[in-house]
């Protein structure tokens, strides 16, 4: 946990965005997966570890601006439960770690919330989205569950994006530890990957670096050697030569800041000319969107800055043809990078993503695309000083897709069909890093983990 003042002082920042009210945050309960003794591990609301720091289950934060009270609402532990977990700080005292004096047992949010509704108090709250929060809210508020969403505080939204989108240096500080724990993931996952080896053995073993030096992985393990399937969790595959792997992982630590990183390498250890050829586009991509990285430009010029240089680059190839720019402008480049180059990362991997997509990344002056590609693109808004986002150009070559605007002949000008046809059994090439946006530019964070040609190979020695 950071210093008490920490989160007194976080607190005071989103008590300055409300007139009044009451702004309620729940907790993360525990959550079953076979019986109800035999949970998933426990992971905190990333809202709630953020205000109010405490990591354990069925706590739930309350800030009364209108009685200017704070407070956390939970239960002490029994005899039984210390017989079983060990003796736990009471909530008292967890509470004062944060900076909070009033506590009571869960029970009495009841009666709090129940006395404000009667008041017609407004009571704000983020949207839920575990089940088990969901009901609870619902009975709470006496919201029927099916429209909470409806209910939901977009000024509490709104002021949770603009603080947590801010990282502190302290939030930094964090983030890099784990981006050097993927530099750890990322160069055992290169060194093991050798023909004969079973993606499971790897990704098995990447978890396991991620758990015993971080907290646990920031989202499920993306390894494959079919890296055309974007976010694929089949770990089933035998490592073959001529096979490029793409490993999309990342870990959190007992903090929750998160990492997210991918990097694909050749199996065996050296790149054949044809995976080079595209590992450079790519590459090439990935350098030229960081380099563009800076407060002021909206990260849907440097999405489409990449876009641009994809297109550049495979045509370079023969696999595009025409105008690269007129060609990125019209989304031909979309058949070969379908996808956004990258959202915000923080507490959350996919930082404040339940909070709205489109509050998160979009604003008045930049409207999300509805068109194939860009509709894809979390976050298109100018960047700001202390933004953490990942930049993650890929090129993919999906058979179906192909298929698809081969038969509609679609932006037949810009695409060479015949030769895509011959890439059809590649798979795909992601290369992702995350970037701080610093006043001047962008800074990669953590150890730099291999990336180019040269310094791939040499790690997979
Ligand atoms: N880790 C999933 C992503 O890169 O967005
Ligand atoms: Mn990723
Ligand atoms: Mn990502």
New binding site residues.
């Given amino acids: 946990m950071f210093a008490t003042d920490v989160y007194v002082e976080r607190r005071k920042k989103i008590r300055e965005g409300f007139p009044g009210g009451i702004l309620l945050f729940p907790g993360n309960q525990e959550v079953p997966f076979n019986y109800p003794a035999n949970t998933y591990a426990f992971r905190q609301d990333s809202n709630f570890s953020y205000f109010f720091g405490l990591d354990h289950p069925n706590l739930a934060g309350i800030i009364d601006l209108d009685e200017n009270k704070e407070w956390i609402f939970g239960n002490d532990v029994d005899l039984d439960d210390i017989i079983w977990m060990g003796k736990q700080p009471s909530i008292k005292d967890q509470a004062a770690l944060v900076g909070v004096i009033n506590t009571a047992p869960l029970k009495d949010i009841v009666t709090l919330i129940a006395e404000a509704r009667k008041k017609g108090r407004v009571i704000h709250f983020a949207p839920p989205y575990r089940g088990e929060t969901i009901l609870w809210l619902s009975d709470l508020l006496g919201i029927p569950h099916a429209d909470l969403r409806k209910n939901v505080s977009t000024e509490l939204v709104k002021n949770i994006v603009n603080l947590r989108m801010k990282k502190e240096a302290r939030e930094i500080a964090e983030m890099e530890k784990m981006v050097d724990v993927a530099y750890l993931m990322h160069t055992t996952a290169m060194r093991m990957a050798k023909p004969g080896v079973v993606e499971q053995e790897i990704a098995g073993t990447i978890e396991g670096i991620a758990i015993s030096r971080g907290g646990a992985v920031s989202?499920p393990v993306?390894l494959s050697i079919n890296g055309q399937t974007l976010?694929n969790h089949h770990h089933g595959n035998t490592l073959t030569e001529g096979r490029m792997m793409v490993v999309?992982a990342?870990c959190e630590n007992n903090l929750h800041y998160a990492s997210?990183i991918?990097r694909t390498v050749p199996v065996g250890g050296k790149f054949n000319p044809r995976q080079r050829g595209i590992y450079e586009v790519v590459l090439n991509a990935n350098l030229k969107a960081i380099q563009a990285v800076k407060p002021g430009v909206p990260f849907r010029d440097i999405h489409l800055l990449a876009a641009t240089e994809i297109a550049r680059g495979l045509t370079a190839l023969g696999i595009m043809k025409g105008d690269p720019e007129e060609a990125a402008r019209k989304g031909a480049h979309t058949l070969f990078f379908p996808h956004g180059l990258g959202?915000p990362v923080g507490l959350d991997?996919?930082d404040l993503e339940g909070m709205g997509e489109n509050i998160v990344g979009y604003d008045e002056e930049v409207i999300r695309s509805k068109e194939f590609g860009l509709a894809f693109l979390r976050f298109g808004r100018k960047l700001q000083e202390h933004f953490v986002m990942?930049i993650?150009p890929g090129v993919y070559f999906i058979p179906e897709l192909i298929d698809i605007w081969k038969k509609e002949n679609k932006l037949a000008e810009f695409i060479n069909y015949d030769r895509v046809e011959t890439y059809k059994d590649f798979g795909g090439i992601r290369i992702?890093d995350n970037i701080l946006v610093t006043a001047v530019g962008g800074r990669v964070l953590g150890k730099p983990i291999p990336k180019t040609v040269p310094e791939i190979e040499e790690a997979m020695q």
């Fill in positions: 989202f993306i976010h999309d990342g997210d991918t959202h991997v996919h990942t993650e992702e």
